[in-house]
């Protein structure tokens, strides 16, 4: 390799120098023959073979030795200004393919080279910071959903063993069966969660825009509550504007106000308060869904729309840290907003902002 790389570099050589030497021959000679022609004929000077013959020698040496000079400059140039950015390039380059994202090029100074290869070095080095931070999001992922998966898995296993031990009284037995079923369930949603939120953060769910009442929808869902809060002796309010008409995809948008609805529901305690209201602001639906649960401090708030963050542990059992997270991403598909407040020990209150039908604000 080293001997092909040697041979390369001498054609290249000899090819560098027959260019500039063919280039210097064809100037010299044009400026040798109009200055000689000049003199000639202004002087009266007979030029003699002889005469002829010496000038010619000493222009070919000439040339030869102002084309080696070039060469030289011109070789000296090409590998400070060319060939030297374009290594740094190529060995960054060669490191992000072999899955090293931490590599950066530094830039080169610019009475060195234009500013072409500092922009190529720039686009590099964004390309290793994307890489290595799209590397550390899936690496958390999987080691996030391997952690998630443990403990349903653990608790199917465990029940699934002591389901076979011989002479179990029927109410155990049921007791075990309902655990498997529930752990099952919680597996079974994590999963759907997980390829809902791939397929919407890689744009494979593109929303139908559907113009419909947004209060008849939130009533449809909050409704399929209706078990919960009349077990649990739940206060429910409800304030909703009627003919709010929005321009959004139906089947995304009900994903929000379910996951919103199940979580006011879960972390309010027997006989606390759920309010839901729809109000129109300007050109967006307003919807805030306020529970009177164990509310969240502002750090736990900070992260709450990451995936698999669980503030309240307490409640890990009910849930997998996926559910806010599909609700910030469908949110943000629609071009809306979402918010939360929350003061501990007192309850939160999510509010989110869909932009209204255009032919309704008319």
């Known amino acids: 390799m080293k001997e092909g790389r040697c041979l390369r570099w001498i054609l290249k050589a000899i090819s560098h120098y027959l260019t500039f030497f063919l280039l210097v021959a064809f100037v010299i000679t044009c400026c040798t023959m109009l200055f000689v022609s000049t003199l000639s004929e202004d002087l009266g000077i007979a030029l003699t073979s002889e005469n002829l013959a010496a000038a010619a020698k000493l222009t070919f040496w000439n040339v030869v030795l102002i084309s080696l000079i070039f060469t030289v400059i011109d ?52 390309i290793a910071e994307e890489l290595a931070s799209v590397e550390t999001l899936r690496t958390d992922f999987v080691a996030n959903v391997s952690h998630e998966m443990k403990t349903p898995l653990a608790v199917i296993q465990n029940y699934g063993t002591l389901l076979q031990t011989p002479d179990l009284p029927e109410q155990t037995r049921l007791e075990y069966a309902q655990a498997v079923t529930d752990a099952s369930r919680r597996l079974a949603d994590m999963m759907t969660n997980i390829l809902k939120l791939n397929r919407l953060e890689n744009q494979q769910i593109y929303p139908k825009s559907d113009t419909y009442d947004l209060g008849e929808q939130l009533c449809e869902c909050f409704l399929q509550y209706e078990s919960v809060w009349e ?28 996951n919103l609805f199940s979580n006011a529901f879960k972390f309010t305690e027997q006989g606390g308060k759920v309010s839901v209201s729809l ?34 542990t307490s409640h890990a059992t009910q849930g997998n840290g996926l559910g806010l997270a ?7 598909i629609m071009q809306g907003e979402i918010a939360v407040e ?6 939160t209150t999510f509010t989110v902002r869909i932009r209204r039908n255009e032919h309704a604000m008319e």
């Open 279 to 312: 109000s129109v602001e300007g050109a967006y639906a307003v919807v805030r869904v306020k529970d009177t649960g164990c509310g969240m401090s502002p750090e736990v708030g900070a992260h709450i729309f990451e995936k698999f963050y669980q503030g309240d």
């Open 326 to 332: 599909l609700v910030k991403r469908v949110v943000d």
């Open 75 to 126: 070789g000296l140039r090409r590998k400070w200004t060319v060939e030297r950015p374009v290594q740094h390039i190529s060995e960054a380059a060669e490191k992000i393919a072999q899955g090293d994202f931490s590599v950066r090029v530094t830039p080169i100074a610019k009475f060195a080279t234009d500013d072409t290869f500092n922009e190529i070095i720039e686009c590099i080095n964004k």
């Open 342 to 347: 929350s003061t501990v020990g007192v309850g």
């Open 231 to 258: 077990r649990r002796g739940i206060e429910i309010d409800t304030d909703i504007e009627e003919n709010v008409l929005v321009s959004a995809d139906a089947e995304l948008l009900s994903l929000v106000w379910n």
